[in-house]
């Protein structure tokens, strides 16, 4: 994908029990983060479905923490060599797991959820801008399969 | 007497420092581009092309960010892969040591390191490499040079200072080790591009080895700071792959791999 947005009826919730925010860090973990291509940035914005390379790096415009992913390159091997098995083929299959097996990655936005709160929003969006060095919008580089916001105590 | 056919482990190991890349003396920096110069023109196990194909193309060995639920191997195994090409550097040259690239330190000046730039009407085998015969048809068959190259950002986008302590201060291994490798490790790489931005290329980059340096001597660092090993006992006979020969409970020492860090060194000869 070129860049993700929460679906605008589905919404995180801010993380409050009984009213008040109860942890000391909040994360959003990334599951089943693609690996192909190049390497990037993934800056994560909240409420901001229109933020840009040049949205400024604040909170103030939303913005909440960025990871990055090392990206493997073209395919130099043979054909199918990119393409990630199912898994083991037989019960002795001990080979390593495929260099482009999916990753997870987690992004620490506290300050970000707490800001939420502040504001006194029920819930926000996420937006995440792919990103290169030189603050340009790469294309069809972000993947992931499912997106959790954590908290801890 | 026949040699045996490995030596024993020797009682009175020398510890030996990794320095700065920013404080090498100009004797260190001279073993460390001999070092690099010698291993580049071997074909064999010591040679810079057998360890570099390991860890992306062809072998891709190497281990990163695995999904929830797998073991993290991201630091014994590239501390175990930074220990065995320091060892063929030092089978050449055995003053040769692997350096460590200070990105907030180089984000203030040049932001690559300068011993690892090109020199001018020399050549310079910290600069760049080719990539082997084995890859590189396909390298350039999808439209890259035949040998590393780097397009790096502005150095104040370098991680700073205040980014790697508030790293270091993290408690439990696991966040560590995950924030480490995605927040600085693998926004280095893409800061540098080039094929350092390509995990199937970036070993045979030789700048490559100062940056993993860097990242491992932030666990060394880390061990310290919170008097820990890092990863969990269940784990510690788990051998890395790729032909290592280690096991993670080999690397989680730096002193019993026969290493340790330094700003800088200096050393005078007493003679009895």
């Known amino acids: 994908m070129e860049r993700y947005s929460t679906p605008p009826d589905k919404p995180f919730a801010v993380p409050l029990w009984e009213g008040q925010p109860d942890f000391q860090r909040a994360d959003l973990q990334f599951h089943g983060v693609g690996h192909r291509g190049d390497s990037y940035e993934g800056r994560i914005f909240f409420d901001a479905p229109d933020a840009t390379p040049a949205t400024p790096l604040e909170l103030d415009s939303g913005y909440a923490g960025s990871f990055y992913v090392f990206g493997h390159g073209p395919c130099l091997g043979d054909e199918d060599h990119c393409e990630v098995p199912a898994g083991p083929i037989h019960p002795f299959d001990y080979r390593s797991v495929h260099h482009l097996a999916l990753q997870s990655m987690a992004v620490t936005v506290t300050e970000a959820v707490r800001r939420a709160i502040a504001d006194g929003k029920s819930e926000f969006g996420v937006t995440v801008v792919p990103t290169n060095v030189r603050d340009e919008e790469v294309g069809d580089t972000l993947h992931f399969e499912r997106l959790s916001l954590v908290t801890y105590d | ?272």
């Open chain 2, 1 to 272: 007497m026949a040699t045996p056919l490995r030596s024993p482990i020797l009682t009175t190991l020398r510890v030996r420092h990794r320095k700065s890349t920013e404080k090498l003396r100009s004797d260190q920096l001279k073993a460390l581009r001999k070092g690099f110069a010698e291993i580049k023109k071997l074909s064999d196990t010591n040679g810079f092309w057998f360890w570099a194909e390991l860890h992306g193309a062809p072998k891709n060995k190497c281990e990163h960010s695995p999904e929830s639920g797998y073991d993290n191997l991201f630091l014994p195994w590239h501390r175990a892969y930074l220990y065995r090409l320091e060892l063929a550097l030092q089978t050449k040259v055995p003053a040769a040591t692997l350096p460590w690239w200070d990105w907030t330190a180089t984000r203030a000046g040049s932001g690559v390191p300068a011993i690892y730039e090109d020199i001018s009407g020399e050549l310079n085998p910290l600069a760049g490499a080719d990539f082997p015969p084995s890859i590189v048809s396909q390298v350039e068959a999808a439209g890259m040079p035949g040998s590393t190259w780097r397009q790096p950002g502005a150095p104040s986008l370098l991680p700073s200072g205040a980014e790697v302590k508030a790293i270091l201060e993290i408690k439990d291994f696991d966040y560590f080790s995950k924030t480490l490798e995605v927040q600085l490790h693998n926004k280095v790489h893409g800061w540098v591009r080039g094929s350092m931005g390509i995990v199937a290329l970036a070993a045979y980059d030789p700048l490559f080895w100062a940056h993993h340096t860097m990242v491992d001597r932030l666990w060394y660092l880390w061990q310290d700071l919170h008097s820990a090993r890092g990863p969990r006992p269940g784990i510690w006979n788990k051998i890395l792959r790729g032909g290592l020969d280690l096991t993670v409970g080999d690397v989680l020492d730096t002193h019993a791999l026969g290493y340790d860090y330094a700003a800088s060194t200096a050393n005078r000869e007493v003679k009895p």
